[in-house]
């Protein structure tokens, strides 16, 4: 089961979050999010654990309590949604279109009925 955990303290390394989850279980891998340019911590990551009996157990267990001065949030990680977002501005080539019958879009703008996304001007 993968697991999310939340508000961590900035000082909180990988190793530390491993120690925390594997006083309930056996732990597959714990890894706290990093931002890609300064390498801080996110204040979150995930934790991996084999047996999800055990890591039933972790969530209630570490659920809004304290560590390293912050009350964590724990739960089961939810997959990540896919292309549910719409709206903004979206480059199409000519003619693509979602839900016009082909033919061509003038400047790629989407203008006709389409439903989706893109950049809608009726002028």
């Not at 995930?46 to 560590?67: G, H, K, P």
């Not at 939810?78 to 199409?92: A, T, V």
Request: hydrophobic share 30%; no cysteine.
């Amino acid at each position: 089961m993968n697991i999310y955990v939340g508000n961590l303290s900035w000082q909180m390394t990988d190793e530390d979050l491993r120690n925390l989850f594997e006083q309930h279980g056996a732990v597959g891998s714990a890894k706290i999010v990093k931002d890609k340019v300064s390498g801080r911590s996110k204040g979150f990551g995930f934790v991996e654990m084999e047996n999800d009996a055990e890591a039933q157990a972790a969530i209630t267990a570490l659920y809004d309590s304290e560590v390293m001065g912050r009350k964590i949030i724990v739960n089961e990680s939810q997959p990540k949604q896919q292309g549910s977002g719409g709206g903004g501005f979206k480059k199409r080539g000519f003619g693509g279109g979602s839900g016009g019958g082909g033919g061509y879009k003038k400047g790629g703008y989407n203008r006709g009925n389409s439903g989706g996304g893109g950049f809608d001007r009726d002028y």
